[in-house]
C-alpha cells in the first residue's frame, strides 16, 4: 500500500509539472518591438567618367546641367578627353512619434554631390572634394510634413517632391514612378506647396496639389504658381488610365523680362536665359516683363510597366499645351503637343529578360513667338534646371540619363527641343547571364526635329550603346557603360552647335560607376 501511495503522489508531481509547461513556455520570448521613430534610407554613387566633351566657362566646372552646345558652353574635342569621378550621397531621414502612431511624420531629405578633388574649405553645393576637404555642401531636398490620417489619404506639405505622377513618391518605386504617368518629362523636381492623394475606392484616387514655384517680392505680384489635379482608375488588374490639368501662372518677370529668382545669373522663365542653357524654348520679350496663363491637359495609361504581371507591358500619354503670354507689344497663344508609348516585353524567366521599344513626338515652331504664336511644348525645365527629367528611354547621350551628379547632359535635355519639336525612338534590350547577378544591356535610339534651324536639317543624331551591370550584393550594382552619338545635319546650325562654321566631333562617354541603396 505504500508503495501504491508513493507512485500516485509522483504521478501527480509530474502530471503538474507538465500542464504547468504549456506550448508557450517552450518558444522564445514573443515581445513585438516598438516601430522605430527614426528611419532613413540612403543612395551612394560613385562614378568615373570619360568624355570627349566638356564646358569652355570655367564657372560651369562645378556643375554642368543642360544640352550639348548650349548656353552651358560645352563642346565636343577631336583628339582629346575629359575624365573625372563624381560621388554623390542622398540621405532620407522619417520621423514618426510613437505618440502619433503614424498619423503624421516629418521627412527630409538631403544631398551631398561633389566631383574629386574639386573645392575645399569652402561654403557651396556640388564642391568640398579637393585636399583638405572640410566644405559646406549639404543641399536640403526636401522637408515636409506628411499627414496621414487613415490609408485612404496622404497629405504632403512644406519643401517637397513635384512630380507629373499621382502616386505618392514616398510609398513608391522608381521603376513606376519613371515608366507611369507623364514620366517626368513635364514635371520632375522639388517645390514648395501642399499635394493631397485621396484612395477614395479601391480602384481610384485622385491627386490635387498648390505650389509656389517663386515668391520674388513678397510685397508684389510677381510670383510664379503652380496648381495640379490628377485622376487614375484602374479598368482591371492589368490596364489603368488617368487624367490630368495643370495651370502655371507666371507674373515672376519683373527683372527686364527675364525673370526674378531662378537658378544663379540665369533666371527663370519664358524669356530668361535659362532656355539656352536647358534647352528649351525661348520667348523673344526682349526686355519687356509679361505675365502667362499656361495650362496642360493630358491622359496618362498603362498595364504591367515593369513586367511584373506577365510577359507585355505597356505605358504612355498624350498631352495638350495651351494657353497664353502677354507683354508690352506682345500677345501670344500657345497651343503644342505631345505623345508618348513605350511597349515592353519579357521574353525569358528573369525580370532583366525584356527588350522594350520607347517612342516620343512633341509638336514644335517655326517663327518663335514673331507670329503671334507658340505651337511647340513647354515644361518644368522653363522654370529651373532640371525641371524636368525624362530618363527613363535607355539612351545615355542622344537623350539624358539619370545616373548623373554634377553634369546632366545630352543632345536633347528637354523633350521641347530649343522649341523645334522632338520626334524619337529607342530600343532596348536586357539579358540576365546570371539571374540577379549579371546583366548585359544595349540600346540603339534616333531623334529627328519636325522644325529644321536655320542653316541646319532636321536629323538630330543616332546612338548606340551598350553596359554590362553586375550586383555583388542586392542593392548594390557595379556597372561599365559606353555609348556614342552620330550627330546629324541639325547641328550644321550655329543655333544648334554653340555658334561653329561645321557640325561638331561626335561625342561618345564611358562610365564605371557604383551604386548602393542602403536601409
Known sequence: MKNINILIILV????????????????????????????????YLMRYELVNYAPENEFFKGQVVGRLFGGNTTYTMDDDFARFGEQ????????????????????????????????????????????????????????FFEFNPNIQLYVNAGLLRLYDNIKVPYYTGTADLINTGYRL??????????????????NQRIKAGAYQLYENNVDHDDDVLLFELDYEYDIDIFNSIGFSLYYLNDDGSSQNGGGEGGVSILGQGLNSALSNYNGVANFNFGDETYNADIFWLGSHFHGNPILHQGRFGYSGFVMANFGSAKSKSH???????????RTAYKYGKNIHDYISLDLIATTGDTANIDDGKYTGILTGNNWTSPGAVWFSHGCLLL????????????????????G?????????GSYDYIPNKLRFEAAVGAGFSPIAPYGGGNMIGTELNAGVIYSPRVFMDLELKGAYLSLGDFFDSEITNGGLDSRPTNPWKIILSLKWIMF
Do not use: C
Open 185 to 202: 518629362a513635364f514635371f520632375g523636381s522639388d517645390a514648395s506647396g501642399i499635394a493631397a492623394h485621396y484612395f477614395f475606392k479601391s
Open 420 to 428: 523645334y519639336g522632338l520626334l524619337a525612338g529607342v530600343l532596348k
Open 331 to 341: 500677345d501670344v497663344s500657345i497651343m503644342g503637343g505631345a505623345a508618348n508609348l
Open 12 to 43: 501527480i508531481s509530474l502530471s503538474i509539472q507538465l500542464f504547468g509547461q504549456t506550448p508557450e513556455d517552450f518558444t522564445e520570448e514573443k515581445n513585438m518591438p516598438d516601430p522605430k521613430e527614426l528611419s532613413f534610407i540612403g543612395y
Open 88 to 143: 554623390r550621397f542622398l540621405g532620407m531621414l522619417t520621423y514618426s512619434p510613437r505618440l502619433f502612431d503614424g498619423w503624421a511624420k516629418m521627412r527630409l531629405a538631403f544631398e551631398i554631390d561633389w566631383t574629386l578633388g574639386t573645392g575645399n574649405y569652402s561654403a557651396g553645393g556640388n564642391f568640398g572634394g579637393a585636399f583638405g576637404a572640410d566644405a559646406v555642401n549639404i543641399q536640403t531636398q526636401n522637408l
Open 399 to 418: 537623350l539624358p540619363h539619370g545616373d548623373v551628379v554634377n553634369r546632366f547632359n545630352a543632345a536633347v535635355v528637354d523633350i521641347q527641343n530649343m
